[in-house]
């Protein structure tokens, strides 16, 4: 007779099973507050105590059938913990004295070869990875599990929902409130790169627009560079009707306009003027000095 599963192993397993399925199929941890989740565990864990209990009644019944050394093999067989004999059973090697009873009638180069059933560990972790590959693909083929355009989807609308409602609740800069700061840059080089590197030019070197890299400019309506670019994007230029007002035709919300305005202030501030020679405008207005 061979030694039985505990039913604390065996609830041990079901418990896993049941949360590896639960986790693919419900895609969170939510389920461990739900009441079918652990309605099933008790259910499972009912059914493995009775599944036990009926394994002790037939294990009496064959024991009473064994011989007396039988019987005392068993009874000191049982002594030992059931998870050292797992492991003893998974590691330990064939004795040499039963190696003539896996001799196979073949061998190369005077080497004969063994029957040696394979390490059970390896048995377990490949049962492990069958039982494992079916539940996966079962929650992938009948679940949202793993699909990677419906997880990008449902992180884009998230995403989408959050900026929108950080929107909603939070008000946009204006002049009065609006401040340079390095974490806006990169945003508004891209508000730059779509609204007015046309007329501006690559980097702000100018082009049908002034040059916004050096010292010269022809409005100078604020007495901070970075608030006078706010005004210019918010309100147009009075010098040239081609510089439309992006903040008040709706083309650009507050934020856009802080972001573009703390980009022009860093290419003009921050970085080397792109001169006539570098392939820049020529200087146009006159030249300014801003406060800090």
């Known amino acids: 007779m061979k030694q039985r599963t505990p039913v604390y192993i065996t609830i041990t397993i079901i418990l896993v099973i049941l949360f590896i399925m639960y986790y693919m199929f419900v895609q969170n941890s939510s389920f461990l507050a739900s009441p079918y989740f652990w309605g099933t565990v008790v259910i499972a864990s009912i059914l493995a105590l009775i599944q036990n209990a009926i ?12 011989t007396d050394a039988e019987k ?22 064939q004795p040499a004295g ?44 009948m679940t949202d599990f793993a699909d990677p355009i419906k997880e990008y989807d449902a992180e884009y609308k998230a995403q989408t ?30 508000v730059f790169k779509t609204n007015c590197v046309s007329c501006h030019g690559d980097g702000g070197k100018g082009g049908i627009g002034p040059n916004l ?41 507050g934020f856009d306009i802080q972001n573009v305005a703390a980009y022009i202030y860093h290419i003009n501030q921050e970085k080397t003027p792109i001169t ?17």
């Open 161 to 190: 929902a959050s900026i929108a409602e950080y929107v909603k609740n939070t008000p946009p800069p204006t002049i009065d409130n609006a401040v340079f700061s390095a974490d806006n840059i990169a945003a508004g080089e891209e």
């Open 276 to 292: 006539p020679a570098q392939g820049g405008a020529a200087p146009q207005g006159d030249p300014v000095t801003w406060e800090n």
């Open 213 to 253: 890299t050096d010292n010269t400019w022809i409005n100078k309506l604020e007495g901070n560079l970075f608030k006078n670019v706010f005004h210019m994007v918010e309100n147009g230029s009075p010098n040239n009707p081609a510089m439309q007002a992006f903040g008040k035709n709706g083309v650009l919300t």
């Open 72 to 93: 005392a093999d068993y009874l000191e067989t049982k002594k030992t913990p059931y998870l050292k004999a797992m492991y003893e059973s998974a590691f330990k090697k």
């Open 55 to 66: 394994g002790d009644l037939i294990e009496n019944d064959k024991f009473k059938k064994l």
């Open 98 to 141: 039963d190696e003539k009873d896996l001799l196979i009638d073949h061998g190369f180069d005077g080497i004969m070869e063994l029957d040696n059933q394979l390490p059970r560990w390896w048995l377990g972790l490949f049962y492990f990875g069958v039982a494992y590959c079916i539940i996966y693909m079962a929650a992938y083929w």
